[in-house]
């Protein structure tokens, strides 16, 4: 089974739950980083002056900055900003930078929609990049400044092996204003089937790839609606708890894993549940496990 619009989502442990809902965003992508539990596939980038921040509920500055993020458009849901109050400097950048995708297939284009923020007087400018790695060149693809209104708006990227050849990364630059009115905040970057695998990480959904927990939750999250009463936990090693549990992960034996600790105070019964994100269905077949 899958829902009309081809997308399904896995519910740990060793269950497929699928869920009828609308495909959101101009595309139908096949994952999105939302921010929600922390900044993903992306880093702080050290070739900057200072760093994107993760945050909800609004930002600290007057009049400037969104109250709610921009996927799922809640205040309770997260997003990034540049914060650009004292002592941030006009022209200074905070930059975070993708982790490493492959190369795009010939004939495939990457698309890449992202919610933005950018309002207030005083605001700078936001640029996006793809860095092709193979020859370390930089491509600016998207760039704006200026108060763009107290509003999350959607733009697009999209590019080619044509221009991109080799292994590339996606990059979110926010250069600060005149004054402390400009800080610019992004959500909801989605990325379209073309733009393959990150080889650096086989955490998030894309043909054949792994969610292996070595570099946090990827495409899981915990979720708190239904039955459940308690949350899956990250662990290296061995569990606390006698006679019970693995003394080592599944893939290499020295990495992360995700269980449920079922000591005190749990009870017979008690649920933990972990959904993936959506994921876009490209054929008839999914095979999970292995």
Not at 132 to 155: A, I, P, R, T
Request: with cysteine.
């Amino acid at each position: 089974m899958k829902s009309s619009s081809g997308r399904w989502q896995a519910f740990a442990a060793l269950i497929v739950v699928l869920h009828s809902a609308a495909c959101q965003g101009p595309s139908c992508p096949s994952w999105t980083q939302d921010f929600e539990t922390n900044l993903g596939i992306f880093s702080q980038s050290s070739a900057d002056d200072f760093n994107w921040i993760r945050d909800n509920r609004g930002t600290p500055s007057f009049n400037t900055g969104p109250t709610n993020d921009y996927d799922p458009g809640t205040n309770a849901g997260y997003y990034v900003f540049i914060e650009t109050s004292f002592p941030r400097a006009q022209g200074d950048k905070a930059r975070i930078d993708s982790r490493e995708f492959g190369a795009l297939a010939a004939g495939k284009t990457c698309m890449i929609t992202f919610g933005r923020h950018m309002f207030g007087v005083t605001t700078g400018t936001l640029n996006v990049s793809v860095t092709d790695k193979s020859s370390n060149k930089e491509y600016v693809l998207f760039s704006l400044s200026g108060d763009q209104g107290n509003q999350w708006s959607c733009s697009k990227i999209s590019f080619d092996n044509s221009k991109v050849s080799g292994n590339w990364t996606l990059s979110f630059t926010g250069v600060r204003g005149s004054s402390f009115t400009g800080d610019i905040a992004v959500d909801g970057i989605k990325f379209s089937p073309g733009c393959g695998c990150s080889p650096a990480s086989s955490s998030y959904p894309c043909l054949d790839s792994k969610a292996n927990f070595d570099s946090g939750w990827g495409v899981f999250n915990n979720n708190n609606t239904g039955n459940n009463r308690f949350d899956w936990s990250l662990r290296r090693g061995g569990t606390p708890s006698f006679s019970t549990g693995p003394t080592r992960d599944h893939t290499t034996g020295n990495g992360q894993y995700a269980y449920i600790e079922t000591s005190f105070p749990r009870a017979n019964g008690d649920e933990a549940h972990l959904f993936s994100k959506w994921i876009q269905g490209s054929g008839n077949q999914c095979e999970i496990g292995r």
